[in-house]
């Protein structure tokens, strides 16, 4: 058998993507809450302009609604555990714990709704995984304090990654700290709540946003540890296997460089505890002067590492700096350079199974810790048949394949704990704020509007991923 007899088949989703009820039991309002739905999401986030304000009479807020997963978890869940699920991995909405985030006490109505969330995933013995922190701060912590360039962050962190571990350890073994920490080399207002009016333009800035960020996951792998070793704790990073664009030595020592930055540096400090021997360069590539760095900060980064690397997997990357006239995809942020050996999807996002494979071999190659691919996915346009079906065959052939790679990465030899396809239910994109591009294995009847009946059916890659679940991923 390739895959481990325990190996923990399920899927993903965040918060703000899938839960709606953004301002429902005390909840308050968090940077996706203010993000506008539709492609204009990247630009106005990098904007001079941009200042966090929520203007209803000009934009979509798709995140406010969500598929009101709030009130319909119990039915989302149910379908979960039909497919076989054995673990799930959502995040925990910042705001329905601490609304503006620098609050003492937690909102307790928040604390009960995840516990819920939690109870009906053990019901179906389906393990959770939780996401302390996946794009969804506190707007006031972005607004007042400036994201997390601010060292306050690190205290306001940690009380909220305490009090969930606190509450749920005896329930849930696994967990990670930030989502696709790295996000930030290319937007830094999804992750550190930073955008151009508060400094994101100053990688001076990001660099030391990470930093606290840094400080504060090691904060809570030392609380988690200490509350129960039994814990595992992670980091989550985006992997994008990156090829250089041609055998020239210099492009090739380019990418190794957009490699180091990009795929190694914050897991390099979350799971060796170090900051690594490039530091220096990187920082002077950047124009980063030295960072701020308290009494007793790099001692606790080594002393509280991270147990595994969860990372995300999408796409791979072509970086060139010599050729001047490079094709390009739209809409791939890594590089946008086109490989043409690959197919990209709807949004630009090049297609690389194989890639999945390098990326297992590196990371394992590179630290030795068990990996959990906890992203994954296909984000597509759907189309619903007049019976009512919906036959995702690129979504399965997608999968497919990259189940494929995993399963050769571990003939190879690497430590893999499990999978979680992004968006086992169609759910907002984080990207772009739009509900047509779909990831599930179930489908949602709302449109960019989040206008529809909201009614949940399955595709036909439903019953190919319960198959897949069912056979330990033999039978594809
Ligand atoms: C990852 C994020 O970057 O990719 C998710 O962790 C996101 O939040 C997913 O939804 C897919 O990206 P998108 O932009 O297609 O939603």
Known sequence: MTFKKDFLW??????????????????????????????????????????????????????????????????DIALFAEMGFKCYRFSIAWTRIFPKGDEIAPNEAGLKFYEAVIDECLKYNIEPVITISHYEMPL?????????????????????????????????????????????????????????????????????????????????????????????????????????????????AHTMEHIQAFNYFCADVQVRGEYPAYTARLFERNGVKPLEIADGDLELLKNHTVDYIGFSYYMSGVENITAEEVETVQGNMLGGVKNPFLEASDWGW????????????????????????????????????????????????????????????????????????????DLVSASTGEMSKRYGFIYVDLDDHIEGTGDRSKKKSFDWYKQVIASNGGDL
């Open 140 to 252: 006031n912590l972005a607004k007042t304090y400036g994201g997390w360039k601010n060292r306050e962050l690190v205290g306001f962190y940690e009380n909220f990654a305490k009090v969930v571990l606190e509450r749920f350890h005896s329930k849930v073994k696994y967990w990670m700290t930030f989502n696709e920490i790295n996000s930030s080399l290319e937007m830094p207002a999804l992750s550190q709540g930073m955008i151009p009016k508060t400094g994101s333009k100053d990688q001076q800035n990001v660099f030391q946003a990470w930093h606290h960020q840094f400080v504060a996951s090691s904060l809570a792998v030392k609380f988690g540890h200490e509350l129960n070793p039994d814990l595992q704790i992670g980091c989550m990073v985006i992997y994008a296997t990156t090829y250089s664009f041609d055998a020239n030595p210099i492009n090739q």
């Open 350 to 425: 090049q297609i690389d199974p194989i890639g999945l494979r390098i990326a297992l071999n590196d990371l394992y190659g590179r630290y030795q810790v068990p990996l959990f691919v906890v992203e994954n996915g296909l984000g597509a346009y759907d189309k619903v048949e007049s019976d009512g079906s919906i036959v995702d065959d690129y979504r399965i052939d997608y999968l497919k394949k990259h189940i494929t790679a995993m399963a050769d990465a571990v003939c190879d030899g690497v430590d893999l704990m499990g999978y979680t396809p992004w968006g086992c239910i």
């Open 10 to 75: 399920g899927g993903a989703t965040a918060a703000n993507q899938l839960e709606g009820a953004f301002d429902v039991d005390g909840k308050g309002l968090s940077v996706a809450d203010a993000m506008p739905g539709g492609k204009i999401r990247w630009q106005l986030l990098s904007s001079d302009e941009f200042d966090w304000t929520i203007d209803e009479e000009k934009y979509v807020y798709p995140n406010h609604k969500g598929i009101d997963h709030y009130h319909r978890f119990k039915e």
